[in-house]
């Protein structure tokens, strides 16, 4: 069964520091990996999804890698700001019909 | 605005009561899914739908039944809530069967069950 981790659990960091988030999962041979963001009491928002076959994406200053072989994927965050603070979510696809595995998120405060 | 919907947003329920929560889509996605998410969880698939028509399990299917009743609409049920079942329940859709994978999630159900 796949396992996704996220690491650390927490996050703070002061107004425009570069911001790395990790995710690690057990399993390589996935189909897709998202990155979400979910604020406190709301729903979840897709940032960024990479395709198997794909080493990174990029949307404005978030950038996302992945290496499968490694396991890993990490979300950098670019000069981050007060408004970047919530919870970030890692999910992991190892087959086509969408279906995800989710981390159980980093919660980031960005500080003035 | 385009997107996902679900009600309610909150529900109180005694153990075993029943309820249904309602979740509509008006992205013209096939896929929909409903999750839960406990504290210090990351979200789990109780149950998917592929294409109107067609339900499958996930991960925590027990306790729960689905239908899709459409392509927009794609209800979960409670049968006879447990306290276990207290949770907040997030739908979501994909246009997987075109390729985009990315999820639209609704705002959730916090649901409690005493």
């Known amino acids: 069964k796949q396992e996704v981790t996220q690491i650390p659990a927490a996050l703070s960091v002061p107004e425009g520091e570069n911001l790395v988030l990790n995710c690690s999962f057990t399993?390589?041979?996935?189909?897709?990996l998202q990155w979400f963001r979910q604020d406190p009491g709301k729903g979840l928002t897709s940032l960024l999804l990479?395709?198997?076959?794909?080493r990174e994406q990029t949307s404005g200053r978030l950038n996302a890698s992945l290496d499968k072989s490694s396991g890993r994927s990490t979300l950098y965050i670019a000069a981050s700001q007060p408004g970047d603070s919530a919870t970030y979510l890692c999910?992991?696809?190892?087959?086509?019909?969408?279906?995800?595995?989710f981390g159980a998120g980093t919660q980031v405060v960005v500080t003035p | 605005n385009a997107g996902v919907t679900q009600t309610p947003k909150f529900q109180v329920l005694k153990t075993g009561q029943s309820m249904t929560l309602q979740c509509a889509q008006d992205?013209?996605?096939?896929?929909m899914y409903w999750y839960r998410q406990d504290p210090g969880m990351g979200l789990r698939l109780i149950y998917y739908?592929?294409?109107?028509?067609?339900?499958d399990k996930g991960e925590v299917p027990n306790g729960y039944n689905v239908s899709r009743l459409n392509k927009r609409e794609f209800s979960l049920r409670l049968e006879s809530a447990a306290p276990s079942q207290t949770s907040v329940y997030f739908c979501?859709?994909?246009?997987?069967?075109?390729?985009?994978?990315?999820?639209?999630f609704g705002s959730g159900t916090r649901l409690t069950v005493v």
């Open positions: 979501a859709s994909s246009g997987r069967d075109r390729g985009d994978y990315g999820y639209t």
């Open positions: 399993d390589s041979a996935i189909y897709n």
């Open positions: 990479i395709q198997s076959s794909q």
């Open positions: 999910a992991v696809s190892t087959d086509s019909w969408g279906k995800f595995q």
């Open positions: 992205m013209n996605h096939n896929s």
């Open positions: 739908s592929a294409s109107e028509g067609t339900t």
